[in-house]
């Protein structure tokens, strides 16, 4: 699976966007790019996926390069409650897909 | 939607006690996966199930942990016996388990458990 970087942390004044860098230079031509987030004391929670165009959804739209090596996950207008470790993963998108490596993800706290 | 279901929500116990954490997946969902946390080393895969069969238990850290899926709808994970590294919360986690889907999961809030 390709290894993704991360920031470890940012901050985003509330109301504003949030925009989450990923960086994943190895990425296969089969492999997507997930997106999850895990606030404090709570499960983390599937956001977005996607392979090599934009994806909007709900709860946010995911940005993948042309080259597909970096991708970027916009929260449109950051709330209080976007405050979470934001997960990049790489992976094959096929059946017996099993380990999600969440890594260690991106701290976004969201101000007042 | 219930979401997945998992108890108890906290479980303090002293060492050599026998540990049963209990997960109820999502209704319709194939496939289950038992996560554990911690600061050090993260979240990582224990073991997952397709169908109720088990797939992968590489992630089993030792002979002490056991995990079964007796049908669609409950699966626990058993830790005889228990020892203070085994200190972690553990999330259970489920998918549609449909044809290109697995890496959608959804979580479980958690069981914090404590081994004294």
């Known amino acids: 699976d390709a290894k993704t970087t991360q920031p470890p942390s940012m901050d985003c004044a509330e109301g504003r966007a949030a925009n989450l860098p990923c960086n994943h230079s190895?990425?296969?031509?089969?492999?997507?790019v997930y997106w999850y987030r895990q606030i404090h004391s709570q499960g983390p929670q599937y956001i977005i996926h996607?392979?090599?165009n934009n994806e909007t959804n709900e709860m946010a739209s995911l940005i993948i390069t042309e080259d597909r090596k970096s991708s970027t996950l916009i929260l449109p207008h950051a709330t209080l409650r976007d405050t979470a470790v934001y997960y990049c993963?790489?992976?094959?998108?096929?059946?017996?897909?099993?380990?999600?490596?969440f890594g260690t993800g991106t701290r976004l706290t969201v101000i007042p | 939607d219930a979401g997945v279901i998992q108890s108890p929500r906290h479980e303090v116990t002293e060492m050599g006690q026998e540990v049963t954490l209990r997960c109820k997946p999502i209704?319709?969902?194939?496939?289950l996966f038992w996560y554990r946390q911690t600061m050090m080393r993260g979240l990582e895969l224990l073991i997952y199930?397709?169908?109720?069969?088990?797939?992968?238990d590489s992630g089993m850290p030792e002979d002490r942990f056991s995990a079964k899926m007796p049908n669609a709808s409950f699966s626990t994970l058993k830790i005889q016996p228990s020892e203070p590294r085994d200190s972690a919360v553990y999330f259970c986690?489920?998918?549609?388990?449909?044809?290109?889907?697995?890496?959608?999961?959804?979580f479980g809030p958690g069981t914090r458990l404590t081994v004294l």
């Open positions: 986690a489920s998918s549609t388990g449909r044809l290109l889907a697995y890496n959608e999961q959804f």
């Open positions: 190895t990425i296969s031509g089969n492999e997507y």
């Open positions: 996607g392979l090599k």
């Open positions: 993963i790489v992976r094959a998108r096929s059946t017996g897909a099993n380990n999600l490596f």
């Open positions: 209704s319709g969902h194939n496939s």
């Open positions: 199930f397709n169908n109720n069969v088990p797939i992968d």
